[in-house]
């Protein structure tokens, strides 16, 4: 079989077809196959096949007279076909002039009908096409040589060198095309297609789009081109972040936009802008925006516009912006935090806030029952200061909608506090036994969150700021279906009771995001980000909304981190020459790192700006 098989007529100038003649030939001589296929589909029998047919009677002296017969009469050589027709022979061979050599072509009768079953090259014919090729004892496999003697090209065992081209096996997936001096002129492979300064690539939406080297386009050639109606399936431009934008002054803040739209497109992007109201300050960016919350002023406009679809259109949000001061006037303000989350609270959580909070010249205390870990990767390191961030819960579990974490017995605080950390996770502090004179819609499997006896119980110092940052666990636990209606109603139950608890606190609501991942179940991030996140932000808002209190804030720290890096990864494969490691992520849950600090950098200017009041 040949390479190529182009099905270009005879004669043939394609280097391809070239390829497939080397091919065909290198097989007729060598091969100890009885026949091989040309490029044009014609079976020749090579010279180890008419060998064994020129000496099929003496190597089958004991076979029968039938196959005997059948093999002499292969060489039966009759004048012209009509000739061995008449002869009544079964097979028969007829010379036919190919320049000044004969090549015997071989014939079967079939019913009475001449049927070619393969042609023998004569001595001469074998030895003109020898002729061409040396064989080689370096890298090439053979030699091609003109009338003289001269060679012209080579071929190698990973392809082969003709005049003004060469065809090399690469170990990339695709084709590239180099000039003289091995710079690559051309490449078509998996991520696209590029000519010089000219590349294609496949896009997610009709027609062709021109652009420029600065990815602004110049032309658009499709169906929608130059109609006014938008593009079908544009992605939503909604911003999933909440109106407030909290920071300290002098400390940038960077919105990413794939944390921000509830479908996350790389090849279908969305152009986000940063508005002042008054300011001289208008950013722009389809990645991220970076921005000093000091430099907008108290108001700005977020705008958001896919890319492809109607210009004249926008999405548009209003912002409050809030900077606190860094470092604040007189005295340092002391908010006392009560942190209520999960594991990503508990590694490094308060270590964290208390850090950025400090630098800033605030002076942070926590408030809870269950020490937080110090350490980047141990859940169970007890060193850090107190608060309610346990590894695995979800809201419900909190609510108690969840029963699988036992109450505490009144009388059994010691106990419990004495637990080590893993026997703590089995007991809930919040639930006491419901009462007849509980709100029915909160007592859950006969138990009710009461803050203030949570706080009584355990002598804890009333909290000023109290940060839910729970919901990781729900999604484990919930399905599309339900994962809005667990949330709006946890949030209803929790932030009620804190506040009646503990009316002047101010509650910060937020919710770690998650790493652009692809995979399988709950490895394909990039799809729960759009089935269970954005609902448990909406769920967020909606209950917010609901409670009308302004003292709960939502701080959309999904939003402010980088969603790309700082999270586990897998040993993967390591490139020798560079070092470089390819490799799939093993954690998409849990940011590390860089990643981790850029969440509580932003959760601690939130925090700072509710510790002033001016949220």
């Not at 695709?174 to 492979?189: H, Y």
């Amino acid at each position: 079989m040949t390479t190529y098989n182009t099905g270009n007529p005879v004669p043939s100038a394609d280097a391809r077809d070239r390829f497939d003649n080397s091919q065909t030939l290198d097989q007729l001589i060598n091969s100890s196959a009885d026949k091989v296929v040309t490029r044009t589909g014609k079976e020749i029998i090579t010279i180890d096949g008419a060998l064994r047919i020129t000496s099929a009677n003496a190597a089958s002296a004991e076979a029968s007279a039938s196959d005997a017969k059948s093999a002499a009469s292969v060489l039966s050589i009759k004048s012209d076909v009509a000739e061995g027709m008449a002869s009544g022979l079964e097979f028969f061979s007829v010379p036919s002039i190919v320049g000044a050599d004969r090549i015997l072509t071989l014939y079967r009768n079939v019913s009475g009908v001449p049927v070619v079953v393969g042609t023998i090259p004569s001595p001469a014919a074998v030895n003109a096409i020898l002729a061409l090729l040396k064989q080689s004892y370096g890298i090439d496999l053979y030699e091609l040589l003109d009338d003289n003697g001269f060679m012209w090209g080579t071929v190698h065992a990973r392809g082969f060198d003709l005049p003004g081209l060469t065809v090399s096996e690469t170990t990339k997936q695709g084709i590239e095309l180099a000039d003289r001096n091995g710079f690559v002129i051309m490449e078509d492979g998996v991520n696209g297609t590029s000519l010089g300064s000219m590349e294609w690539v496949q896009i997610a939406y009709p027609g062709i789009w021109v652009l420029d080297s600065n990815g602004f386009a110049w032309e658009i050639m499709g169906p929608d081109a130059d109609s006014s109606t938008p593009i079908s399936d544009l992605p939503s431009s909604i911003p999933y972040i909440a109106k407030e934008v909290c920071g300290v002054a002098g400390v940038p803040l960077t919105l990413h936009v794939a944390s921000l739209l509830a479908e996350r497109r790389d090849l279908d992007p969305t152009r986000i802008t940063i508005a002042a109201a008054l300011n001289p300050v208008v950013l722009s960016s389809d990645d991220a925006v970076t921005f000093a919350p000091d430099s907008l002023g108290d108001t700005a406009l977020l705008y958001a516009r896919p890319l492809r679809g109607d210009d004249s259109v926008r999405t548009v949000l209003d912002l409050v912006v809030r900077a606190a001061p860094n470092p604040p006037a007189g005295a340092a303000p002391t908010p006392k935090i009560l942190l209520v989350g999960d594991s990503i609270g508990n590694h490094q959580g308060p270590l964290l806030l208390n850090q950025f909070m400090t630098q800033w010249g605030y002076a942070p205390t926590f408030v809870g029952t269950y020490p937080s870990s110090i350490a980047e990767d141990n859940g169970f390191n007890r060193l850090g200061a107190v608060a309610e961030a346990r590894q695995g819960w979800s809201s419900a579990q909190f609510t108690y909608a969840d029963p699988s974490r036992a109450p505490i017995l009144p009388g059994n605080e010691a106990a419990y506090l004495a637990m080590t950390k893993p026997n703590m996770l089995g007991y809930n502090p919040f639930i006491r036994a419901a009462i007849e004179s509980d709100p029915a819609q909160f007592v859950k499997n006969g138990y009710i969150v009461d803050a203030a006896f949570y706080q009584s119980r355990f002598s804890l110092e009333t909290p000023t700021i109290v940060i839910n940052a729970l919901n990781t666990n729900d999604f484990r636990d919930q399905s599309p279906q339900t994962i809005y209606q667990t949330i709006y109603e946890s949030d209803v139950l929790l932030h009620t009771r804190f506040a009646e608890a503990w009316p002047n606190a101010k509650i910060i609501r937020c919710i770690p995001g998650t790493a652009r991942n692809t995979g399988a179940g709950t490895a394909d991030r990039d799809a729960m980000w759009e089935s269970f996140y954005i609902p448990a932000i909406r769920a967020m808002m909606d209950a917010r909304a609901f409670l009308n209190n302004p003292n709960i804030t939502i701080a959309s720290s999904w939003a402010y981190y980088n969603q790309e890096a700082g999270y586990k990864l897998n040993a993967g494969t390591v490139d020798a020459t560079t070092g470089a490691r390819t490799t799939p992520i093993s954690d998409a849950l849990h940011p590390q790192g860089s990643t981790r600090r850029q969440y509580y950098q932003y959760l601690s200017g939130h925090v700072a700006c509710a510790a002033v009041n001016i949220i």
